[in-house]
């Protein structure tokens, strides 16, 4: 398939200039932080806690701290911290977490994640919740979680995003 005409390249242009404001409006800036995609596993039917994850960017030159949050499904928001010991997985909540200057925190599963205590119903695939976080310096920042597949270990966009500016196979621009 080729774009050579100009409503082709228009087209294209269009497609790929949206791209990354799309992907971009799951970023949420408070400050010097950057939140990247927040996402919240689905839950059974019945299930009173749940799992938040997120990544935030500290492009400033002083430190902050994720201090804590709320999640409009849930009546709690904890920080929990996943490890190995001699075989066996533990979870034990943590108070806060650094985001140090000029580096990253990376909220994940089967690591350093939220848990989402006393759900208040269950989490569907596919749709979103309102969110806040905490943080010592930055202040507050609301931000929204979408929920993935029960079992997802990324978002599901963080792979389109990736691909975003990329041109469909048998495209050409000539």
Known sequence: ????????????????????????????????????????????????????????????????????????????????????????????????????AGGKLTLEPSAMHIMFTGLKRGLKKGETVDGTLFFEHAGTVPVIFEVEDIGAKTPAKADAAEHAGHLMPGMDMD
């Open 1 to 100: 398939m080729s774009f050579s005409n100009g409503a082709g390249r228009l087209a294209v242009f269009v497609v790929l200039a949206l791209t990354p404001t799309l992907a971009a409006a799951r970023d949420f800036k408070a400050g010097t932080l950057v939140i990247d995609q927040p996402w919240a596993r689905a839950t059974p039917g019945g299930a009173q806690i749940g799992g938040g994850y997120l990544t935030v960017e500290n492009n400033g030159r002083l430190p902050d701290r994720l201090v804590g949050g709320s999640f409009q499904a849930s009546s709690g928001f904890e920080l929990h911290q996943m490890s190995m010991d001699s075989g066996v997985m533990k979870m034990r909540p943590i108070g806060s977490v650094e985001i140090p």
